[in-house]
């Protein structure tokens, strides 16, 4: 008797620890799981109430065409991680948002990154949140090389006045043979404070001088690209990828996936080519004509025909970008309008000295709401 006591004990003894076992197993698991659930509730809220995010990015490869008149760069993200949760939540604007961006002239190629929101408001400095930057990349063209570096926008403002805060940039501006870019700022505690400009000299990175002029863009006349812009529009992304900060960011073309396959680019310049094909690359206009992208329109001006002999490198050989072009009586030889079909009527027709002319007033400094 006492045997089967004791047998039946160690059972119930055994059944104890089982449940007490399973008990302690299911109580870790139900703890874990209101922890991921806590976890990813947390995540999501952050991450869908980022505000404007852009990732932070540099060029980590480039390719120049032989004669100099363009480069092919490819942008490495520098926070991958935090590029993925912020499209997993907002997947409708990550593509526009982490897109490639930047302008170029000549001389530089920039790009802003920026993590804030963009509501005076709700702003916050990096000494409020550390999480939030506003700053850009710059590189210096020359001699074939890129020379980059990083400029923390919030710090050189602060630097220039504590009572600043910088809102957004404008485009490229050239002005007495130096390269500047224009930082929108607002007085701290003054949400409806009137907007001043700051000028950062691109060579020496300091704000050259201050004033409440803004960049304009003239209604002159332009070539009318015709059924060129169609087709540039079905090769690119920029309008996928422009934002408000870089409407009018100029001289850049974002190739879609493949559509160079078979262009002339392929076999002249294959290393440009196999930049071009990777994923967050794009190709910057080093020429003397300007290519501006907007929501309705897409302009060229300066020079049309560099631009239109560069750009015959992105199609087939045997295709006629010049079908279609029209050129306007204010850029033509004879002050007549001419629609032409070919690059002998072209340049028949069109006066590279009068667009030249316009250029020079096409981006001046106002006063604001002049």
Excluded: C
Aim: proline share 3%; aromatic share 12%; charged share 30%.
């Amino acid at each position: 008797m006492k045997k089967v006591l004791t047998i039946v004990g160690s059972v119930l003894l055994g059944v104890l620890l089982l449940w007490g076992y399973h008990s302690y197993q299911q109580s870790e698991q139900d703890k874990q799981e209101r922890q991921q659930s806590e976890q990813a509730k947390q995540e999501r809220q952050k991450y869908e109430n980022m505000g404007y995010y852009t990732g932070k990015w540099e060029i980590d490869s480039y390719e120049f065409l032989e004669d100099g008149r363009g480069v092919a760069v490819h942008w490495k993200s520098l926070t991958p991680e935090e590029d993925r949760l912020f499209a997993k939540y907002n997947p409708e604007v990550a593509e526009n948002f982490l897109g490639v961006h930047g302008a170029s002239n000549q001389r530089y190629i920039v790009r802003d990154y920026f993590h804030n929101s963009t509501y005076r408001g709700t702003q916050k400095l990096p000494k409020e949140d550390p999480e939030v930057y506003y700053a850009m990349a710059i590189y210096r063209i020359g001699d074939r090389k890129l020379e980059g570096s990083q400029l923390d926008i919030y710090k050189l403002v602060e630097d220039y006045n504590p009572d600043y805060i910088p809102e957004k940039t404008g485009g490229i501006i050239e002005k007495d043979g130096k390269d500047y870019i224009s930082i929108q700022v607002y007085k701290r505690g003054w949400k409806l404070s009137q907007e001043s400009q700051l000028w950062l000299n691109l060579e020496t990175k300091q704000i050259d001088w201050e004033d409440t002029k803004v960049q304009k863009y003239s209604e002159s006349p332009s070539v009318d690209l015709g059924p060129l812009k169609d087709k540039m529009e079905e090769m690119t992304t920029d309008l996928r990828t422009s934002t408000v900060y870089d409407i009018l960011y100029q001289n850049k073309l974002s190739f879609r996936q493949d559509v160079l396959k078979g262009s002339v680019l392929e076999t002249a310049h294959p290393k440009v080519y196999q930049l071009l094909s990777e994923k967050d690359s794009q190709f910057f206009l080093l020429i003397d004509s300007k290519y501006d992208y907007d929501y309705d329109y897409d302009r060229v001006y300066g020079d049309v025909s560099q631009f239109l002999d560069l750009y015959q490198l992105f199609v087939p050989a045997n295709t006629n970008i010049y079908e279609g072009l029209t050129i306007p009586a204010e850029l033509s030889k004879d002050d007549q309008e001419h629609s032409v079909n070919s690059k002998e009527e072209f340049n028949l027709y069109y006066d590279v000295a009068k667009d030249r002319e316009l250029n020079k007033q096409r981006r001046i400094l106002v006063e604001k709401g002049e």
